[in-house]
């Protein structure tokens, strides 16, 4: 008799010898007992000690649903911005009293663990970056990724790390550029905290499509602005920005630390100011500009782009790649267990670039 069937089919002695003799089915096993996974949880709002690295269930996909097998995230600043509970518009939508949400997370890369039946284009074990978007769910070894969230397959020369690091900072700046300012080639354009993710890429973006940079970072992260192409470097700590001789076709607070009307003045004429930064403010003066004079101001809300929009920006991402006009700038890595870590540096609000989270060994390459 086959020994398999004098014991308990999954009791630990049944493992070890199914082990022994090759038949351990691992799918089996999660599919009769549901499968466990590590995940960073959010247990409430306030600091980085609000997270803790617990075991949870991993997601059950539907018919048009894809598994991802996490092999590096990020921690943005949406996500600090979400853990502290500190911004009301957040709360509205992560929950007023405390988050709906408990696992963070947007942007990530990793393999293809399994897809529902409805999924063609995909099979397990492919590499793709993704986005989870109001999903969530990344800061964990498997994410579900919907109908709505972007995902594609990932260059073999883009490590895991800058995979990760694309889609949050990558989409925002391309869509403020390329939608809310429809910056053209020639244009003159500043850039405030262009050594931020958003910033970052928004300075690599603006001179793929031609524009002339300014940008203003502090003079700590003059070198790394430069070398992403910026055509002239301003230090906002020893230089006032409303005081600056030039004038600008498009001025992008990627970092949202700027009024409208402290630097209107720097405008041309039909010039557009925009803001990541959601305030009653911009509300304000985007209304009004929107009905008088001929400088604009705006914000936008790139995560409520459609899946089109989001699709459309990655594989433009992906171009400006493989063209060498974009890399993704990263800062600092932690593992999914330092996760904390990363959060208290990114609520510094002094990060360069991506802080990349690596959620499994072979997501550090
Ligand atoms: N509206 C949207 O759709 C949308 C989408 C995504 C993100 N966002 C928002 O965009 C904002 C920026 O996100 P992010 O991830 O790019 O930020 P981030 O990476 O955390 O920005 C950090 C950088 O900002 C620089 N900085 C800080 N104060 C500055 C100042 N006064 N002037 C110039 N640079 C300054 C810092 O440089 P120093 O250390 O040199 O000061 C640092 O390098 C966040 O508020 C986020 O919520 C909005």
Redesign the pocket.
């Known amino acids: 008799m086959d020994n398999k069937f004098l014991v308990i089919p999954y009791s630990p002695f049944s493992i070890v010898m199914q082990l022994l003799e090759g038949s351990f089915d691992k799918r089996a096993l999660e599919q009769n007992y549901g499968a466990c996974m590590k995940a960073a949880i959010l247990t409430g709002y306030g600091g980085a000690d609000k997270i803790e690295i617990r075991d949870l269930e991993k997601p059950a996909i539907g018919d048009n649903e894809i598994l991802i097998r996490t092999a590096a995230t990020t921690v943005?600043?949406?996500d600090?911005?979400f853990r502290s509970g500190d911004?009301l518009f957040?709360r509205m939508a992560t929950g007023v009293i405390k988050p709906k949400i408990s696992v963070m997370g947007t942007e990530l890369a990793g393999w293809v663990e399994s897809v529902g039946k409805d999924i063609t284009g995909f099979k397990p074990g492919e590499a793709v970056i993704a986005d989870s978007g109001t999903n969530y769910g990344a800061h964990a070894e498997y994410v579900k990724i919907t109908p709505e969230d972007p995902v594609t397959l990932k260059p073999e020369n883009m490590s895991f790390p800058e995979a990760a690091a694309l889609s949050?900072?990558g989409?925002?700046a391309l869509?403020?550029l390329q939608d809310t300012a429809k910056l053209q080639a020639g244009q003159r354009m500043l850039i405030?905290?262009?050594?931020?993710?958003?910033?970052?890429?928004a300075v690599q973006i603006a001179k793929a499509i031609g524009a002339h940079v300014t940008a203003?970072?502090?003079?700590?992260?003059a070198k790394l602005v430069l070398s992403l192409g910026a055509d002239e470097f301003v230090d906002?700590?020893n230089t006032d920005?409303t005081q600056l001789k030039d004038t600008f076709d498009v001025i992008f607070?990627?970092?949202?630390?700027?009024r409208f009307g402290r630097l209107k003045p720097l405008l041309n004429d039909n010039g557009i100011f925009m803001?990541?930064?959601?305030s009653p403010n911009i509300l304000w003066n985007m209304i009004l500009t929107g009905m008088v004079g001929n400088k604009k101001a705006k914000?936008?809300?790139?995560?409520?782009n459609t899946f089109g929009q989001k699709m459309e920006g990655l594989q433009k991402l992906l171009q400006f790649y493989e063209d060498g006009k974009l890399k993704p700038v990263i800062?600092r890595t932690f593992t999914l267990d330092e996760i904390r870590k990363a959060h208290e540096y990114?609520s510094?609000?002094?990060?360069?670039?991506?802080?990349v989270v690596t959620v499994s060994e072979e997501g550090r390459v």
């Open positions: 943005t600043q949406v600090n911005i911004h957040a949050y900072g989409l925002t869509s403020f405030l905290g262009a050594s931020g993710s958003v910033g970052s890429f203003v970072a502090s003079g700590d992260n906002y700590r920005i607070d990627s970092v949202g630390k700027y803001t990541t930064d959601l914000i936008a809300f790139t995560g409520l800062d990114v510094t609000g002094r990060k360069k670039g991506n802080v």
